[in-house]
């Protein structure tokens, strides 16, 4: 049985850095809500998007002005939910990140579940957190062009911050 082990062989043993996927990395704008935050839930969200292999590679606390939310939610204005959309999302701080990988939008997407507490399903954050459609704890950019928009609204350049994760080979990154 080959076993694994440290020492003078071991340590330049094991797996050869390969990556697995093809194109970019993508990055995503996270932003865990109003609501997330008022529980107690931004560690154990965080937690899930670290345990995925997701990389945090900018992160800050903040209180969105209605300004900035009027700009990150454009899409939805002359929606019927959306002034409490805009009422809920400036109620108080949120923690904004930027999460990056390989399909980094549509995994974390996956992680989120669907809009609607009450239809996302068990093992999704929205799915194992929520009931509503408007307190549903975190945001995800929906395609590149949203992700690129949205990240340029909430984070300069300077603070997004190029690492690389010390397990990298084990990651398939
Ligand atoms: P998000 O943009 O926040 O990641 O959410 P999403 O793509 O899943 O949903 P979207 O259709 O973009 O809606 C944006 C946010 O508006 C609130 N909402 N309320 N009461 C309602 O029927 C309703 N529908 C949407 C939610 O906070 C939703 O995340
Ligand atoms: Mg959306």
Redesign the pocket.
């Known amino acids: 049985m080959h076993v694994w082990h440290g020492g003078h062989a071991g340590a330049r043993a094991g797996l050869a850095r390969r990556r697995d996927y093809k194109g970019d990395m993508e990055q995503t704008l996270v932003?865990l809500?109003p609501d997330a935050v008022q529980r107690g839930l931004i560690g154990r969200i965080i937690a899930r998007f670290e345990d995925k292999g997701l990389r945090i590679v900018a992160m800050k606390m903040m209180t969105i002005s209605r300004e900035l939310a009027g700009k990150h939610?454009e899409?939805?204005q002359g929606k019927?939910?959306y002034p409490?959309?805009m009422d809920?999302?400036t109620a108080g701080p949120v923690v904004a990140m930027v999460l990056a990988g390989p399909q980094a939008i549509s995994v974390t997407r996956a992680l989120?579940g669907?809009?609607?507490g009450w239809e996302a399903p068990p093992g999704t954050i929205r799915g194992d957190f929520g009931v509503s459609?408007?307190?549903?704890l975190?945001?995800?950019s929906?395609s590149p062009e949203s992700a690129r928009r949205e990240i340029a609204l909430f984070f300069g350049p300077e603070e997004i911050v190029d690492w690389e994760p010390a397990d990298v080979r084990w990651l398939g990154l």
């Open positions: 932003i809500k939610y899409a939805h019927p939910f409490a959309l809920f999302i989120m669907p809009t609607r459609a408007t307190c549903n975190v945001h995800g929906d």
